[in-house]
């Protein structure tokens, strides 16, 4: 079984429309994070949740809107996308604080043209 | 949080042992120091985590110094598929951001 999943793993997209990339993880974990990687390999944390509240919002677009129905369960919803937006996201999820390590997602590829 | 430094990139050959260095001179007193890897177009890997002295694996050593201003990761043997990015981090165990920064490039050769 898959600890951390994320559908779709690839998606292309045209400006301004709104999409949603889906995380799932079945290791009992507290904390979940949503990373982007653009095209230079830097990894950014964009939210992280405790319980399915907000903890950490590093300065992203309103555009972007996490959603968290239940504490296994991280989705990414974005509105308005934008060619900037084209980028490797990753959902995480780790016991609080990140101690002894967080899992990562395989990562949703997305291109926005 | 505490910002941390290493080497762009490395190379090694297959065999060889790779030790791979982070500086990380403000690290705070409750801070864990945590490493990571990262294959082409997959998702980061937890790999060792360390407070102090040393800590060992199946995969990873880590050591660290008593200032705990640096640490390395040491790779016993390497092989091809030990090519990857790897990321030190350096975080407490409150509800910390895992910030990574440009990780070390290491390329193993045959």
């Known amino acids: 079984d898959t600890a951390v999943s994320q559908t779709p793993k690839y998606l292309v997209t045209q400006m301004g429309n709104d999409k949603s990339i889906k995380c799932e993880q079945n290791?009992?974990?507290?904390?979940m994070y949503w990373y982007k990687q653009d095209s230079k390999k830097f990894l950014k944390i964009m939210f992280s949740?405790?319980?399915?509240?907000?903890?950490i919002n590093e300065t992203v677009p309103n555009r972007f809107s996490p959603k968290s129905p239940d504490k296994a369960h991280l989705n990414l919803h974005i509105n308005s996308l934008e060619l900037g937006d084209s980028a490797v996201y990753f959902c995480a999820s780790s016991l609080p604080g990140g101690g002894n390590g967080a899992f990562f997602g395989q990562g949703t590829r997305l291109t926005v043209v | 949080l505490a910002k941390t430094t290493q080497p762009i990139s490395m190379d090694s050959y297959e065999g060889q042992e790779v030790n791979i260095t982070c500086s990380h001179n403000?690290?705070?007193?409750?801070?864990?120091i945590t490493w990571y890897q990262q294959f082409p177009s997959q998702g980061p890997r937890f790999i060792i985590q360390g407070y102090k002295t040393k800590v060992t694996n199946e995969v990873a050593s880590l050591f660290i110094p008593a200032d705990r201003k640096s640490s390395t990761l040491s790779l016993p043997r390497v092989s091809l598929s030990d090519t990857a990015v790897y990321y030190c981090?350096?975080?407490?165990?409150?509800?910390?951001?895992?910030?990574f920064g440009a990780g070390t490039r290491l390329a193993v050769h045959p």
């Open positions: 403000n690290i705070a007193t409750n801070d864990y």
């Open positions: 949740y405790n319980n399915k509240e907000l903890i």
């Open positions: 290791l009992g974990h507290d904390t």
């Open positions: 981090l350096v975080g407490d165990d409150g509800y910390n951001k895992l910030i």
